[in-house]
């Protein structure tokens, strides 16, 4: 009778533990950011500028990428992926230099109205896929409602600075998980 319990117990211990698995369980691998117009990781604007003639603007980004693994025993599947929500928490001195160059805060999306954009892929469980999350700095192209492009140097000091904050994730407007971004 007592290895009958023993046995009943030991099996409803390991179904708890494989149903707490299940939760979202990621780990940052690697972080990056870049200065880039790259259309191919940007795309592109077409906007009609007179009858039969149009304009192809490629904005100025801060693009940043990061490698996670799911630890989990379940994948970040497509039908997830719309519930998840990347943002970009600026250390004080990051957001310093972005405000001087570009004149507000592009990680407030909502109040810079310059905008940006985020991807995320498909991650199996227990192995790794890519994230990745922009903000506008500027555009190519005169007449539009963004600044004007930084100089090389205003980019710079953005560029060393970018990894000066913390990436959050959020599923379903719940956050999941806080990465640290500073470089020591």
Do not use: W
């Not at 963004?146 to 994730?169: D, G, H, Q, W």
């Amino acid at each position: 009778m007592k290895s009958v319990k023993n046995i009943v117990f030991f099996v409803l211990l390991l179904f708890i533990i494989s149903a707490c698995s299940n939760s979202k369980d990621i780990k940052l691998s690697k972080a990056d950011a870049i200065i880039t117009n790259n259309k191919d990781l940007v795309g592109e604007t077409v906007r009609t500028i007179g009858e039969g003639k149009s304009q192809t603007t490629v904005d100025t980004v801060l693009y940043y990428t990061f490698v996670v693994k799911n630890n989990s025993n379940k994948s970040i599947s497509n039908e997830d992926l719309n519930q998840i929500k990347l943002k970009i928490k600026p250390n004080q001195e990051l957001l310093s230099v972005v405000e001087d160059t570009v004149g507000s805060n592009i990680y407030n999306v909502n109040k810079s109205k310059i905008g940006g954009g985020q991807g995320i892929e498909e991650i199996p469980a227990h192995g790794t896929g890519k994230f990745t999350i922009y903000y506008n700095l500027s555009t190519d192209k005169q007449g539009n409602k963004l600044p004007s492009i930084p100089t090389k140097e205003e980019l710079k000091r953005i560029k060393e600075n970018a990894l000066k904050s913390t990436l959050v994730v959020s599923e379903n407007g719940e956050e999941i998980a806080q990465f640290n971004l500073n470089k020591k």
